[in-house]
């Protein structure tokens, strides 16, 4: 019973987070937010093909925006603190 209880949830073979989409369509039916839904199909679609969740997706674009870990270049150097410790 609780077996599939952690997995994504699926329409077909769509993610069910596309339906979201969908929704806003069938609730506003004109020719831009049937585009949006396209492309919102589109997008959790190559989400799909590459392996990766939305939660998954967002981490990465955020890694992708901090950039990489500047570690120091001796590490027994105590760091420098611009701050005052109370």
Do not use: C, Q
């Not at 190559?46 to 901090?66: D, S």
Request: proline share 8%.
């Amino acid at each position: 019973m609780w077996r599939w209880a952690s997995a994504v949830p699926r329409l077909g073979p769509v993610d069910a987070r596309a339906g979201v989409a969908l929704l806003i369509f069938f609730f506003h039916m004109r020719l831009w937010t049937l585009g949006i839904a396209v492309i919102g199909v589109a997008f959790f679609g190559v989400l799909e093909r590459f392996g990766l969740t939305l939660p998954v997706f967002v981490r990465l674009v955020k890694r992708e925006i901090a950039g990489p870990v500047v570690w120091p270049e001796n590490p027994m150097k105590p760091v420098t603190r611009f701050y005052r410790e109370y």
